[in-house]
Structures are given as structure tokens and as C-alpha cells.
């Protein structure tokens, strides 16, 4: 069973920083595109970020271009999403997703966590 815990959310002023990370387990395929989305109130569910299991390949939304880097540890099984010069429209409920095709499209991710809250203030 494949398990992907999302951490770090928390409350910012506009122009801060936070740092989520996301702990995969149960992962029983020889590699995995691991990928950032969020999904504010009111709005779809949207790609934000997404790296290659080998690490070799990023991908950005280009609203998180220059601001957000992704990055992948491979001895311990986590991903993480550095997020600096935060704007109010980031504010959204964070998820970590794992895909075994190598994409930023939602519908080829089919393993979810729990998501975590990102809420910046103006």
C-alpha cells in the first residue's frame, strides 16, 4: 500500500517562505514522478511542481516559475516543495501525488496524501 504524507503547511505573511515535504512508503515500482498540486477554495486542482524519481527532470507551473523548487531525497523517500516569495494566491491546500508515467497531468497520479494547508496573508 502506497502511503504519502504531506508536512510543512502553515500560516504566512505575503513575501515569506515555507518548506512542505512529503514522506513516501509502500512505493513498489522501479521509479516514480513525484509531483506537487493544490487546490484552493472555489478553483480545480491545479500541477504546481513535479520531479523525476531519479531527480534528473524538474517541472513548474509557470505561476510558481523562479519561486517554488522542488527536490527529491533519495535515501529517505521524500520529496520537498521550497516555496519563497509567497503571494496570497498560493494560499490553497497542498498535495504530494506519485505517478509511474513521467507527467504533470492529475489524472495519470493516482496516489494522493492527505494534503497540507498553505494559507498567505496580504
Known amino acids: 500500500q502506497v502511503q504519502l504524507v504531506e508536512s510543512g503547511g502553515g500560516l504566512v505573511q505575503a513575501g515569506g517562505s515555507l518548506r512542505l515535504s512529503c514522506a513516501a512508503s509502500?512505493?513498489?515500482?522501479?521509479?516514480?514522478?513525484m509531483g506537487w498540486f493544490r487546490q484552493a477554495p472555489g478553483k480545480q486542482r491545479e500541477f504546481v511542481a513535479a520531479?523525476?524519481?531519479?531527480?534528473?527532470?524538474?517541472y513548474y507551473a509557470d505561476s510558481v516559475k523562479g519561486r517554488f523548487t522542488i527536490s527529491r531525497d533519495n535515501a529517505e523517500n521524500a520529496v520537498h516543495l521550497q516555496m519563497n516569495s509567497l503571494k496570497p494566491e498560493d494560499t490553497a491546500v497542498y498535495y504530494c501525488?506519485?505517478?509511474?508515467?513521467?507527467?504533470?497531468?492529475?489524472?495519470?497520479?493516482?496516489?494522493w496524501g492527505q494534503g497540507t494547508q498553505v494559507t498567505v496573508s496580504s
Open positions: 509502500g512505493l513498489t515500482f522501479s521509479s516514480y514522478t
Open positions: 520531479i523525476s524519481w531519479s531527480g534528473g527532470t524538474t
Open positions: 501525488a506519485a505517478s509511474m508515467v513521467e507527467t504533470t497531468r492529475i489524472p495519470a497520479y493516482p496516489y
